[in-house]
């Protein structure tokens, strides 16, 4: 009795053991290379690569890359001047974090706004909406780009806010509205019905009495919309330039020919990659239960 | 009153008066303004100093801006920037990218076909020129050159003039000039039993396989052959093997045995195991530079502005211990013995957009990059080799001993560049050969083609995308 | 109401009106939406459509078209450096696509079952998806640099390599590294939605199968899986689809040199590198109606049924 009791406690421990092993290997999976990225923020760039390459431990840690980024009229021992540099990194969050916000409220409105038509009445076309919602959705984006650049050059919006605003809308907004449809139709039908029978009009029973219940949803498609205009690459690259400057790119193009500045690039990446994920981080458990929502109903 | 038609006396004085201040201030202007006369020197450099920049200033509205897109210069260009707007009050707005990112932007600018361009300047490089000036989206600059008392062709070096030109008129000026060069590490050369560096391709494989050491983590070389700079090696690399990219009619003339023995120099270095891995790898110029400051590899051959960072107390840690050296040559040309530097000079300059509201101030900018206190600006903090002769009068220059190597290079040894440059295509499709080399030579390097079926490759891209642009030759 | 003759004209109208107020409603909560999504998107991907009957030359002008009928489709249809991209392609995807649903599956496994600091795992997992992946891409660039890489240092430190693997220089070998770098970037979405899937899964089922003295494997396949099939399904079609779609993560890490050219990359090398715009617009509706089919296809052969 006793050492078959033994052997099985002995066998849940390391059953146990292995299990946290296994959580220990997940998590270094997320986290090293991030940490890796930081680390080399935080060396002078001779320092990392020794560090990199042979395992050199470094005697200093130097901030300057963040200073020289984030207060720039700060001397340090890393100038590297002004348009290539600093000023251009502060704009160039400014900018992004103006865009990405824009971007997800006109998104939620334009994409929940037309959700509710589809999700509620019934109207001839609402199938061929909705598959066009559907369809819409995995339009390549480079097989619209060339068009939608002469498009907005001829409107003259080139290198503004809402020529990229715009397109980013339009290309966010039928997953948005696929998704509201989805939590649209969870609510209960009935509480609408009441209403209307009561007196209210079409615009209060939205305003009043369902988009407060689909509030989760709206976050969801918040978040999410945020976090894909933050990030954003190809219609970047062509529709902005030096007014409007999308992290993005100066992340992409931050590797010039002359000095690859690994620390300072991937200081910039860290200072690029905190809000996305500082907002998905806090608002996790709306953007995922948004998300599975619709598709664990099937 | 004025009614009366006497000329008084009072009047007469005050006419004569005004005429011969008038003269003798037009006579001082003449000769403190005048551009002193460019006197050639010894080692062809010139003695002339004063020149007048404001010249003929535009007239008509001044814009509140322009709009440049360049590569970074930083911080030369905030300098050139800020005198600008001291100088006439209009601010400069940068974009800032690469040499390909310049490139795709132009494209973009080009391919809208609106009525006016986004950009004011653009970037100017060899390949842009016929890219870009045959279908007529950047400007000839000819007639502003020649109104100019600042940008003097007689007082530029190195042959960028003909990379520059097309059909007779110049597209773009030059900023600084610049080539590629060997640098190497002393001590690592000494320990090897070398008392002097390599001076032919064949000479660079054996010091590199002498001087690779695996164990200490050394590689024998690193070079920049990522992306678009493979093929600014690869033309170099043929040339001195008595090679052509081009026939004089446009047809490629790069698949030959010439074009072969250069290919498999790149391919034997890459499978003797001694290049820095990351000499392959997508922007790898400036890592280059990281690793031969941290002693990671013994030679390196590449643009000779990634040098200033060997010079730089702040980043290089081991002062005092590189060496330089011109191109190599090819062990199998004995009459040039120190190749050709520039089979067609490079430099990063300036072109003015064919459809730009404000051309005049354009080219007023490209002349602010080229002023004599502009050029001692870019001596002193980013070490590019200047354009201008007449700086290399100033104690300055010495601070960087490239600058009499590049020199020497760009006046003395034999380029391909004028009057037509047969490295670049003569319909502009440059940019299709650069992608083209990369990505086939890169595979053949690695064995994963062979030489022979590369260079067929890229013949082939390169035939078809000259037919598609309109070449008929 | 239930009076058959009296009421029912007057019911009928009352709902007619009623159903044209609704119609309007409807129209102009969608008019919005639907305008833009007609004018930046449905519009563009006509005029993509167009361009590819065009010989497409960049000018001055803007762009100059020549009609050519077919013979964009035709160069393409015999165009023999399509086919090892098409192979290579479909390769990355699967890679991609497999990857990533192993990963998530054990994520998703290990998250479901209750330990000390589950919160914080499942806190950090929602972070490499919501990194943007040019920064992702820089930072593996970071990692896998063949020279200083920090990965080829312990490889070696370990002892697994003597010399530096070329991850993303080397053409057998690229197209993985880059395959890995973004199943970094999927696995959590398919972790999370694998994970509230698993918690829909009734607990009687499990105590029923526990009782019916099966192993964990066992109930492992015959109630895990069955229940989350339609997760599964939909997950695979939408994260191929975005496989597909891959740009930014090769634009950061290769450009597409070292063979790690996919189709979606060609697109853009073929419109923007080369300005080869017409070919660029075929190659990008050819993948646009590969998607379309595939997607068909597949809802036609795995209906989303219900549980």
């Known amino acids: 009795m006793p050492s078959r009791r033994s052997s099985t406690k002995m066998k849940r421990n390391l059953g146990r053991v292995f299990f946290y092993l296994i959580v220990v290997v997940i998590l270094l999976y997320i986290l090293a290379p991030v940490a890796w990225m930081f680390t080399s923020t935080v060396l002078y760039e001779t320092d990392f690569v020794r560090l990199s390459s042979n395992l050199d431990i470094p005697k200093e840690i130097n901030f300057d890359y963040y200073i020289t980024l984030l207060f720039p009229w700060i001397p340090t021992k890393v100038e590297y001047g002004i348009f290539g540099g600093s000023w251009f990194l502060i704009k160039s969050v400014t900018d992004t974090t103006i865009i990405a916000l824009a971007t997800t409220a006109l998104t939620l409105v334009l994409g929940s706004l037309a959700a509710y038509p589809l999700a509620r009445i019934r109207f001839g076309r609402r199938q061929s909406v909705l598959t066009f919602m559907v369809v819409v959705q995995m339009i390549p984006g480079l097989a619209i780009l060339i068009p939608i650049f002469i498009i907005m050059r001829t409107l003259g919006l080139i290198d503004t806010f809402p020529g990229y605003i715009l397109p980013l809308t339009a290309y966010f907004a039928p997953f948005v509205a696929w998704m509201m449809v989805g939590f649209f139709q969870s609510t209960p039908v009935e509480l609408e019905d009441q209403a209307i029978v009561d007196g209210c009009s079409r615009w209060g029973v939205l305003a009043r009495i369902v988009l407060p219940l689909v509030a989760p949803g709206l976050v969801a498609s918040a978040v999410w919309a945020f976090l894909s205009s933050w990030g954003e690459f190809m219609f970047a690259i062509v529709l902005t330039g030096s007014q409007v400057t999308p992290i993005s790119v100066l992340i992409a193009l931050a590797v010039g020919e002359v000095q690859a500045r690994w620390g300072w690039m991937c200081a910039q990446a860290i200072i690029a990659l905190l809000p996305p994920v500082v907002l998905a981080v806090l608002l996790q458990r709306y953007l995922v239960k948004g998300l599975t929502a619709g598709a664990i109903k099937g | 009153m004025t009614d009366s038609k006497e000329v008084t006396r009072r009047d007469y004085i005050k006419t004569v008066g005004a005429a011969a201040a008038g003269l003798a201030v037009g006579a001082a202007a003449g000769y403190f303004g005048k551009p002193t006369e460019v006197v050639p020197g010894p080692g062809g450099v010139t003695t002339t100093v004063r020149e007048t920049v404001t010249g003929s200033v535009p007239t008509g509205p001044k814009p509140e801006f322009i709009t440049v897109l360049t590569e970074d210069f930083e911080p030369w260009s905030s300098y050139v920037a800020n005198q600008f707007k001291q100088r006439y009050g209009i601010d400069v707005k940068f974009v800032v990218t690469e040499f390909t990112g310049c490139h795709e932007k132009m494209v973009a600018d080009m391919a809208s076909g609106s009525a006016t361009s986004l950009y004011d300047v653009v970037c100017w490089a060899d390949a842009f020129t016929r890219t870009f000036g045959r279908a007529g ?193 090819d062990a199998d040309d004995p009459e040039k013995k120190y190749s050709c530097s520039s089979p067609v000079s490079e430099g990063l300059g300036g072109s003015v957009t064919a459809k730009s509201p404000n051309k005049e101030w354009a080219f007023k900018f490209i002349e602010e990059y080229s002023t004599y206190g502009s050029t001692m600006n870019n001596i002193n903090n980013l070490g590019l080799t200047p354009v201008r002769r007449d700086v290399f009068t100033n104690p300055d220059t010495k601070k960087w001993p490239i600058f009499d190597l590049n020199r020497n290079q760009l006046d003395n040894y034999p380029s391909d560049s004028y009057p037509d440059p047969h490295s670049l295509s003569p319909v502009g499709v440059d940019f299709v050969i650069i992608r083209a080399c990369s990505e086939n030579f890169h595979k053949a390097m690695q064995g994963a083609m062979s030489v022979k079926d590369a260079l067929s490759t890229v013949e082939g891209i390169v035939t078809d995308a000259q037919k598609k642009a309109g070449w008929t030759g | 109401m239930t009076h058959n003759g009296a009421k029912a004209p007057s019911a009928k109208k ?280 595939l997607t068909a296809i597949y809802l036609r052969l795995f209906p989303l049924r219900e549980q």
């Open chain 3, 14 to 293: 009352k709902r007619t009106r009623i159903e044209r107020r609704d119609l309007l409603f409807a129209l102009l909560l969608l008019a919005p939406c639907l305008c833009l999504i007609l004018v930046l998107e449905s519009f563009p991907i006509i005029f993509s459509l167009f361009l590819t009957f065009q010989n497409v030359q960049v000018g001055m002008k803007g762009l100059s078209l020549q009609f050519v009928g077919l013979g964009n489709w035709e160069h393409m249809f015999s165009d023999q450096a399509l086919i090892p991209i098409v192979i290579r392609t479909l390769y990355f995807t699967s890679l991609d696509v497999g990857l990533s649903f192993l990963i998530g599956l054990c994520v998703a496994l290990v998250l479901n079952e209750e330990f000390r600091g589950k919160r914080f795992v499942q806190v950090a997992l929602i972070i490499p998806w919501a990194i943007p992946v040019v920064v992702s891409g820089r930072m593996f660039g970071l990692i896998f640099s063949a020279g200083f890489g920090i990965l080829n240092t312990l490889l070696i430190k370990i002892g697994l390599i003597n010399v530096g693997l070329r991850w993303l220089t080397d053409t057998n070998l690229s197209i993985n590294t880059v395959a890995l770098a973004q199943v970094w970037t999927h696995f959590p979405l398919l972790a999370l939605f694998f994970l509230a899937a698993f918690e829909t899964i009734s607990e009687e089922l499990y105590d029923a199968a526990k009782i019916d003295g099966t192993s964990r494997w066992q109930r492992f396949r015959h109630v895990t899986i069955p229940s989350v099939r339609n997760i599964i399904l939909m997950m695979l079609i939408i994260t191929t689809i975005a496989s597909f779609k891959v740009f930014d993560m090769i634009y950061i890490m290769t450009m597409g040199y070292a063979d790690t050219m996919v189709w979606y990359f060609n697109v853009f090398v073929q419109s923007f590198k080369y300005l080869y715009f017409d070919y660029g617009a075929t190659l990008a509706y050819a993948l646009f109606a590969a998607i379309l089919l």
């Open chain 2, 137 to 329: 989206y950047i400007e000839p600059l000819d007639d502003y050159i020649a109104k100019s008392d600042v940008i003097r062709l007689d007082n530029m070096q190195g042959p960028w003039l003909g990379p520059a030109t097309y059909n007779g008129k110049i597209y773009g000026i030059a900023f600084h000039c610049l080539d590629m060069q060997l640098t190497y590490r002393t001590d690592l050369l000494e320990k090897a039993g070398y008392d002097k560096p390599p001076r032919t391709y064949q000479d660079i494989l054996e010091y590199a396989k002498k001087m690779h050491n695996p164990a200490a983590g050394v590689y024998g070389f690193t070079g920049d052959w990522d992306d678009d700079n493979f093929w600014y090696n690869f033309r170099r690399r043929i040339f001195a093997a008595g090679g052509r990219m081009f026939n004089k009619d446009g047809s490629v003339a790069f698949n030959s045995d010439r074009g072969e023995a250069a290919l498999q120099w790149f391919k034997d270095m890459w499978s003797a195991g001694v290049v820095y891995p990351d000499t392959l790898s997508t922007y790898s110029g400036g890592v280059n530079n990281k690793v031969s400051a941290a002693g990671k590899a013994a030679l390196s051959f590449c643009w000779s502005w990634a040098n200033m960072t060997f010079e730089d107390p702040k980043l290089s840690v081991i002062q005092g211990k590189y060496g330089f050296d011109l191109n190599p040559a």
